[in-house]
């Protein structure tokens, strides 16, 4: 299966859903996961996260994590409070899953893999949906 070209994201769990989804999915062609980059300006939105990488290092605030991953996916996902407000999550929740890396209990950040990602999204499905 691959990922979708920039479809829609659905709103709420439904999205979240999509999103577990394109986290368990390869990587779409030229995008590089790290944990700690996410896009921040809509003129980082155009540049690669490789071409950042070299430019500004591992933390530039670039394009490779799951934030960054749904700009890429997802045509209505403009940023990232835009995916916050797509998804519907409560500000805590969506702040220790995507930006919170100590939740992740791994050796360092670089170790959080999109999977480790799709796990988080799953235990909080669980735990607003009670099952």
């Known amino acids: 299966m691959t990922h979708p070209t920039k479809s829609t994201l659905l709103p709420g769990?439904?999205?979240?859903?999509?999103l577990i989804s394109a986290l368990r999915q390869p990587m779409p062609e030229g995008f590089v996961?790290?944990?700690?980059t996410t896009f921040e300006t809509e003129?980082?939105?155009k540049r690669t996260a490789a071409n950042l990488k070299e430019e500004f290092g591992p933390?530039?605030?670039?394009?490779?994590?799951a934030?960054?991953?749904a700009r890429t996916l997802y045509s209505n996902v403009e940023s990232n409070e835009g995916l916050n407000t797509i998804l519907q999550m409560p500000k805590e929740d969506f702040h220790n899953i995507f930006w919170n890396e100590q939740q992740?209990?791994?050796e360092d950040?670089?170790?959080?893999s999109p999977d480790d990602v799709?796990?988080?999204?799953?235990e909080y499905l669980e735990k607003v949906e009670g099952n």
Do not use: P, T
């Open 43 to 45: 003129n980082d939105s």
């Open 109 to 112: 950040v670089y170790s959080i």
């Open 13 to 18: 769990n439904a999205g979240i859903r999509q």
């Open 59 to 65: 933390h530039c605030q670039s394009a490779g994590c």
């Open 118 to 122: 799709a796990d988080k999204l799953e």
């Open 33 to 36: 996961w790290d944990f700690m």
């Open 104 to 106: 992740y209990e791994k």
């Open 67 to 69: 934030m960054g991953l």
